[in-house]
């Protein structure tokens, strides 16, 4: 049978990962697939110095629209990231009749539905695991290893450079500000972190995570996003001192009001399995009604991992290039006219539980003072730690674990603490998941 | 469309589950597959006393092969288990053209190579997500999720019993005799639990695994399996010492002069991932040339987690029910005419490093003795703790690591080691795994 043509759109990290693992497991993927899988046509700019396809039998261009307008090329593979070239090229190729594959998670995220409309209507199909995840083949578990299930909630560990700080952090008890300048040394972070620590990357992979969890439609918008670069090693400490970690996370979640999607901070149990996901490594934890929790590590970016996951939708769209739209997996997960339109909550609307730390003057009935405010607001308290002060220091520190409770509820009670004459600045609020 | 016709063969734990869960999130699954999907026929022991499924909606039958033999069924789900019936049954369904579906490990790691061949030459599927580690995607992740990488190495935690059994001993101190009741009166382990804590159980699973990573046949006749029921309290406080912690893994991993495939106790350093799945919960650790390490976690067992591997098959077959055969991923992942014959190494072929422990006399130059025979053989130790006897006690302990060693050559040394005075007893041998 004929070699599948491909056309590579980009050959930088992803892209030359992607070319070396194509040609390195060239037998073993054929062996698998029972045709060749050959990247015919590769764009990128100053492309005729690159090393790693062979000019001979690659045809290469600085135009990407050369590739996708090319009628040779069946699967277009878009490798360039960002929106504006990346939604124009993706769109010409579906326009075209090509099948695509993305690693592009901002793409997906925010364009999504504009390209999954045009894809359906097209009958071609546009792949995205290496979007979420890197390497994990989490894409592929939510679409059809969980599709029985009823999904209750994600929590995952999307964002390596984030969990690499956290992780250096809590192991070493070095500063954010300290390790970051490291991260960026080693590549893990890029010089303006903000996508990164600011958690807009774990964002993007969130909504589309939540997309296939729930049939809801790609809402990047929607999503509440917070960032580390606040958590200190002091936090870190108390955290352990309770039984936990502080991990940053992406969660969404079905309840009966609607769908959180949100992205922050989070203490859960050390005793959790996600929470001993150390350094650049990401994980994505599912729970299902049917199956309960189950989760998938690795590595969440890199050049061959994410070419892993690239190649895998190369695969995926090769052995069923013949197969009618209306019989493969939805590109969402759930059929285009079932999908739903479950509104996603505001984060005033989630609950979640909380940790709290407060300076407070060192006299007595402070703690019940405060206690007394989260009372006011039905708030219980789980656990409380009160630190005396060393010689000469006024200030006692309280840090307080509360259960469930409704965000804007917990924004009210915060507020009135903040206003007791006993308590010194503001209240530092962590959120807390058990993920049980 | 109209709906998709199941025939359930079995309505025990796995069985009832399955239809409860297709029943439960009919609607999801619906949304998620485009059409209904039903259980039409059923055939079980005792079948008119059940209260699962509708009998004015379902036809029940005590003879599965009436099932089996209907021409509206279309999907054959068979979760008799067993080798014998279950087989007939199965390739009776084949043969007669329908789709199968089972949770049966022993079925297919014994008679695989059969019915593969039948499902085959006859153009249907059979899957056996269920088969492997419960709800954990693992096959799917296999044939599919990974399909770019060249597979190094598998390591699978994939009996839930023989987990929790050894968690029990390592968090409580306890025996194995001890925890192996709490087991069976927590009905975790059958009466007879030679298949569980005997490794047999995993063996299946693990040859299904093997076969799936490295495009090689079934072949649970060459798999080597040591059980846990030699291992003590004090062996996993020695290895805590040391930084490991003992997990019972099944082992597979390509070398360059076959494939190795392995179950037994196993010490694996405490900060790995996988050494902190505990409980009855299972976790495959799969190493791919591209993606590096990826780990897939979650309850390997019970009714509604099996069930959602069950029906996660049933979804997969219905989507491409009108897909020819030759457009679907192949039956064990690579096309059944690329299948290698790469031989299955022996144990004594093997190479793996080990934790050895041995009483000796207390007098000087034994570890000197004892260093001296590993050296003869070229075995270099990593690692070596002498535990001073007691007041009154004549023997002191060595604990020594090893490097990486073939185990015939490992064989040798211990006998030489038996031999030498100043050692009592045995050796006691455990192999050890850095899974780097």
């Known amino acids: 049978m004929e070699a599948v043509k491909v056309g590579l759109l980009g050959l930088g990290t992803v892209g030359g990962g992607t070319a070396t693992v194509l040609l390195r497991?060239?037998?073993?993927?054929?062996?698998?697939?029972?045709?060749?899988?050959?990247?015919?046509?590769?764009?990128?700019l100053g492309i005729a110095n690159q090393t790693i396809v062979d000019p001979a039998k690659v045809k290469l261009t600085e135009d990407a629209f050369e590739v996708v307008n090319n009628p040779e090329v069946q699967i277009v593979v878009e490798l360039i990231g960002g929106y504006t070239l990346a939604k124009d090229l993706v769109l010409k190729a579906i326009?075209?009749?090509?099948?695509?594959?993305?690693?592009?998670?901002?793409?997906?995220?925010?364009?999504?539905?504009?390209?999954?409309?045009?894809?359906?209507?097209?009958?071609?199909?546009?792949?995205?695991?290496?979007?979420?995840?890197?390497?994990?083949?989490?894409i592929k578990a939510m679409r059809e290893g969980l599709a029985?299930?009823?999904?209750?909630?994600?929590?995952?560990?999307?964002?390596?450079?984030?969990?690499?700080?956290?992780?250096?952090?809590?192991?070493?008890?070095?500063?954010?500000?300290?390790?970051?300048?490291?991260?960026?040394?080693?590549?893990?972070?890029?010089?303006?972190?903000?996508?990164?620590?600011?958690?807009?990357?774990?964002?993007?992979?969130?909504?589309?995570?939540?997309?296939?969890?729930?049939?809801?439609?790609?809402?990047?918008?929607?999503?509440?996003?917070?960032?580390i670069s606040k958590i200190t090693t002091e936090d870190m400490k108390y955290a352990e001192e309770l039984g936990y970690r502080i991990k940053h996370l992406g969660i969404t979640r079905k309840t009966d009001k609607g769908i959180e999607l949100r992205v922050h901070p989070t203490l859960i149990p050390a005793k959790r399995l996600i929470a001993n996901v150390n350094g650049v490594m990401n994980a994505v934890l599912v729970y299902g009604d049917a199956v309960g929790p189950t989760l998938y590590y690795g590595a969440g970016?890199?050049?061959?991992?994410?070419?892993?996951?690239?190649?895998?939708?190369?695969?995926?769209?090769?052995?069923?290039?013949?197969?009618?739209?209306?019989?493969?997996?939805?590109?969402?997960?759930?059929?285009?006219?079932?999908?739903?339109?479950?509104?996603?909550?505001?984060?005033?609307?989630?609950?979640?539980?909380?940790?709290?730390?407060?300076s407070a003057e060192d006299k007595p009935g402070v703690l019940a003072e405060v206690s007394e405010v989260f009372a006011e607001h039905n708030i219980s308290l789980e656990a409380v730690l009160q630190k005396e002060p060393n010689e000469g220091e006024g200030a006692v520190t309280l840090v307080l674990l509360s259960q469930r409770?409704?965000?804007r509820n917990m924004n009210d009670a915060i507020r009135e603490v903040e206003a007791l004459d006993a308590i010194q600045g503001e209240v530092v609020r962590i959120r807390m998941e058990h993920l049980g």
Not at 117 to 129: C, M, P, R, W
Not at 178 to 188: H, I, N, P, R
């Open 25 to 44: 497991n060239a037998a073993e993927i054929q062996a698998r697939v029972g045709r060749a899988i050959k990247i015919t046509h590769v764009a990128g």
């Open 95 to 138: 326009e075209n009749g090509k099948h695509v594959v993305t690693a592009n998670k901002a793409l997906i995220a925010v364009h999504g539905p504009e390209i999954m409309q045009a894809a359906n209507a097209k009958g071609v199909s546009v792949s995205y695991e290496a979007a979420v995840a890197g390497g994990i083949p989490i």
């Open 148 to 227: 029985a299930n009823q999904i209750q909630w994600i929590a995952g560990i999307i964002n390596g450079t984030g969990n690499f700080i956290l992780t250096e952090m809590r192991e070493k008890g070095r500063d954010f500000a300290d390790v970051l300048k490291e991260a960026q040394a080693l590549g893990y972070a890029e010089a303006d972190p903000t996508f990164d620590v600011e958690g807009i990357d774990a964002a993007h992979k969130l909504t589309i995570l939540s997309s296939l969890a729930f049939g809801i439609n790609l809402q990047f918008d929607k999503t509440y996003t917070e960032g």
């Open 301 to 358: 970016a890199g050049a061959e991992p994410t070419a892993s996951a690239v190649v895998a939708d190369i695969i995926d769209t090769v052995r069923q290039i013949d197969v009618p739209a209306d019989q493969k997996v939805p590109l969402l997960g759930f059929k285009a006219g079932a999908m739903r339109d479950t509104p996603v909550l505001s984060i005033e609307d989630t609950k979640t539980a909380y940790y709290l730390r407060m």
């Open 405 to 407: 409770v409704q965000e």
